[in-house]
C-alpha cells in the first residue's frame, strides 16, 4: 500500500516538500492522545527487545536517526510508530536556514538519498524550549530522545568549541545523549573538525558545559558521544577511537553521510553506506573494546542490515533513508525483527525479507 502511495504521490512531489507533508501528518496524529495511543498499542515492539544503554532503559535497539527531525518537533510521533528513540538535530547554537535549495534529492535506483541541507534548524535555544515543554509531561520524560549538536556556520573553526558549547549547556538538561557532529559534508570545513588536535578542545568544552548545566538542572551528567563520516581513513577511525577512549566519552556514532560519489553536491545516505558503515563499526569495537556504546547506522533497509550492525560490534541501531522508502511500518518491522533476535528466534532468512514494503 505504502509502495504505491509513494510511487503515486510522494514520488512525484519535491523531496523536500514531501518530507514536510508526510512529517507534519506524523506530528499531527502524535499530538491526539486516543489515536496515538491506539497506535502505539500496533506499532511498539515487544518488551523483549528493550536494552539498557547510556544509563537507561531503550524501549527497542533502533531509533531514528538525527535528520529527520531537526528542532524536536515530532518526539512523540515518531516514538507512535515503533522507533525506540529519536536523535533530534543537527541543532546549531543559532538559528540558520541552511543551503538554498534544491537541497534533497532522491536516488531511486539505490533507494537512497543525497542532501545538502546545510544543518537548517531554529537554534539551540529554540529546541531546549520545545524539549523542556516535552520533559514537562510525565509521558514525554519516558521517552528517550538524543541530542544531535552541529557548528553554527557562520561560526569561525577558532571559536568551534564555545559554539557547541552555547548548545551543549541549553540542551543537555533535556538529553538522554549528547552527539557532537562533526562529520556532515554540508558545513564548510566542519569535516576538517575530526582530526584529533580539533576535535579534543570540542569536546573537553562540549562536556564542560554539557556537565555544569546539568548540575545546576540537578540532573545527572548526560552522557556524550561524537558522530564520525565513513570517508575517513581506518588510520583516522582509530585515531578518534583513541581520544574517545582518552577523554571518557561514552560512545561513537558511525557514520555520517558519504561524498564518495560523483552524484552532485552533499553527502549520500542510505543502502550505497551499508558496507562501510558496516566496517567502521567493527573497527571502533575492536578499539574500544565491550563497554562502549557504539551507535551504528548508514544504510539500514531491513532488519538483516539491523541484526548486521548488532553482529559487528553495534549496541544500538538507527535509521533514516529507508523510512522514505518503506513507510510508516517499517520502524515497526524492525523492531520486531530485533526483539525475536533478543529471543533467538530470528532467521537470517527471515529478516532480509520481513522489510519488503
Known sequence: MYRLLFDLVFRRMDPEHAHEVAFGLIRGVGRVPVLRDVIAGVMTPPASGSVRALGRG??????VAAGFDKDARGVEGLTMLGFGFVEVGTVTAHPQPGNEP??????????????RMGFNNQGSAAVAERL?????TRRGRRLVVGVNIGKTKVTPVEEAPDDYAISAGRLAPFADYLVVNVSSPNTPGLRDLQSVAALRPILQATRAAADEATARAGRPDVPLLVKIAPDLTDDDVDAVAELAAELGLEGVVAVNTTIAHDLGPGGLSGPPVLERGLDVVARLRNRLGPDPVIIGVGGISTPADALEYLAVGATLVQGYTAFIYRGPFWAARIGRALARDRGGETSTSETATSGAA
Open 132 to 136: 523542556a515543554e516535552l520533559r514537562s
Open 58 to 63: 531503550f524501549p527497542s535497539r533502533f531509533g
Open 102 to 115: 534544491p537541497r534533497l534529492w532522491r536516488v531511486l535506483d539505490d533507494r537512497a538519498l543525497r542532501n
